[in-house]
């Protein structure tokens, strides 16, 4: 039996009440769309089931639209997939030059932003929907610098969540263990204090805890600080270019940030260049 048939095989499992299986974007909301955890793993996994799943659902628009509205929007990112799923016998040799043409992925974009089937910003709307209660990242048992490095989405979707429930007032985190000592004041006032430029994660993990990442340009940092490493010892320019890189899923939610946050022109040049986004 190949990994296919095993797919098939398993599916029936997986499948909810109406007979459906959940997208990848809402099973794995915290995986990014052209994250490796697609290609291994539970990701890698999922997608196979997808795949069967789609195999045998009829290929009619009205059936696959209808499975689509059933599930939550998929984030921008997903928009070539989400046009397969609704028009699967459309691929062929013939019209394999558009996917490759601006001007018509452009087109197929509006066209499923207006019908409701994608959205901006819209991942962590779906991995709120599906938190019980808060996961304390240091229950996975992870330094702040690592839970910033290796669960660096997820992590942002956590800060997001405490960023509410701190807003919302009569709130009180509960005492970090030793290891995240250096992020309490963050987590219960919101202040994330002064940036450290040469210790990246860890100013990242203040301001993910403070539930407010700020930019380089923010804090006076100049790109002659961007070393372009993704090192442990990475500085703070490089960490925030990893958070961008895991916060930020369509053009439209980067434009905005840069906006608020009001980034000079050779910034957002940068911005750009580094946080390449659909």
Not at 72 to 78: G, K, M, R
Not at 112 to 141: C, H, K, M, N
Not at 220 to 245: E, I, P, T
Request: one cysteine or more; a negative charge; aromatic letters at 12%.
């Amino acid at each position: 039996m190949d990994w296919k048939e095993r797919c098939r095989a398993r599916l029936r499992e997986h499948l909810d009440p109406h007979g459906d299986l959940a997208p990848p974007w809402e099973r794995f909301p915290d995986y990014e769309r052209h994250t490796l955890g697609w290609r291994m793993g539970a990701g890698e996994d999922w997608m196979g089931l997808w795949g069967a799943f789609l195999d045998q659902l009829a290929p009619d628009l009205e059936t696959r639209a209808a499975y689509l509205r059933r599930h939550p929007p998929a984030p921008v990112s997903w928009a070539d997939a989400v046009h397969d799923v609704l028009y699967p016998t459309e691929r062929s040799e013939d019209d394999s030059d558009d996917e490759d043409d601006p001007a018509a992925t452009a087109q197929r974009r509006a066209a499923l932003l207006e019908q409701g089937f994608i959205a901006s910003d819209v991942a962590f709307t779906t991995w709120l929907g599906q938190q019980r209660d808060v996961r304390w990242p240091w229950e996975r048992g992870a330094t702040p610098e690592d839970a910033a490095r290796y669960d660096t989405r997820e992590l942002w979707f956590w800060s997001r969540q405490i960023a509410g429930l701190r807003s919302a007032g009569g709130w009180k985190p509960p005492i970090v263990p030793e290891t995240w000592r250096a992020c309490a004041r963050a987590l219960e006032s919101g202040d994330a204090g002064p940036v450290e430029p040469h210790r990246g994660l860890s100013s990242l993990a203040r301001f993910l805890c403070a539930g407010d990442v700020k930019a380089p340009w923010q804090l006076g940092l100049d790109l002659a600080d961007f070393a372009d490493s993704f090192d442990d010892d990475m500085g703070y320019v490089d960490a925030f270019r990893l958070w961008g890189m895991s916060a930020f899923d369509d053009a439209h939610q980067l434009r905005r940030y840069l906006e608020a946050t009001r980034a000079p022109q050779d910034w957002r040049a940068w911005a750009e260049e580094q946080l390449p986004v659909d």
